[in-house]
Antibody
């Protein structure tokens, strides 16, 4: 049974850097079949894809955050991480990690398993 | 980049059928997936590849795609189906992924 768990600070100051980690259990993060993603949801708003990473370190980022974001993977700990710098209040959101399936020459993709999410508030 | 457009809200009488739509140019080329989210919970995948249902998802949920519009249909809606529903697909121009704005389904 796949399980994803986000961890990180609940409160971060403006202009600082957010660091979140997703710990995966029940499947190796180095499985060549899967990608791994971060998705966020501001309070009362919809879902926004933040980025996706492959176990090799290849990444794809949402253009809206690309200049400020970096994702990484640690296969020895079966974890992947999100760093988002130069934070503003607009980054306040619930951050979810998820397993990202990309198949059929990348024409089909979906997020089949999600963590419960981590609430992040950007405030001084 | 592409956008996926959803109606903000729809309602359905208990036991009746409701269709939630998602419109966007990327759907002509890429498959849609659908997610159910209840208040305070993480989203759950209910449809992938336009019309495939993951294990454990009720047969009340079905999906289809026609041109630039993907649809999620709930047949015989139950009170427990009341939730926000989001579509997702790949962007037409890059390895980016886009969610629709979400549709609140209310079961009356």
């Amino acid at each position: 049974q796949l399980h994803l768990q986000e961890s990180g600070p609940g409160l971060v100051r403006p202009s600082e850097t957010l660091s979140l980690t997703c710990t995966v259990s029940g499947a190796p993060i180095s499985d060549i079949t899967y990608f791994w993603a971060w998705i966020r949801q501001p309070p009362g708003k919809g879902l926004e894809w933040v980025g996706t990473i492959y176990y090799t370190g290849s990444t794809f980022y949402n253009p809206s955050v690309a200049p400020r974001v970096a994702m990484s993977v640690d296969t020895s700990k079966n974890q992947f991480s999100l760093n988002l710098n130069s934070l503003t209040a607009a980054d306040t959101a619930h951050y979810f990690c998820a397993r990202h399936i990309v198949v059929m020459a990348a024409t089909m993709s979906y997020f089949d398993s999600w963590g419960q999410g981590a609430q992040v508030i950007v405030s001084s | 980049s592409s956008e996926l457009t959803q109606d903000p809200a729809v309602s359905v009488a208990l036991g009746q059928t409701v269709r939630v739509t998602c419109q966007g140019d990327s759907l002509r080329k890429f498959y849609a997936s659908w997610y159910q989210q209840k208040p305070g919970q993480a989203p759950i995948l209910v449809i992938y590849g336009n019309n495939h249902r993951p294990l454990g998802i009720s047969g009340r949920f079905s999906g289809s795609n026609s041109g630039d519009t993907a649809s999620l249909t709930i047949t015989g809606a139950l009170a427990e189906d009341e939730a926000d529903y989001y579509c997702n697909s790949r962007d037409t121009t890059s390895n980016h992924y886009v969610f629709g704005g979400g549709t609140l389904v209310t079961v009356l």
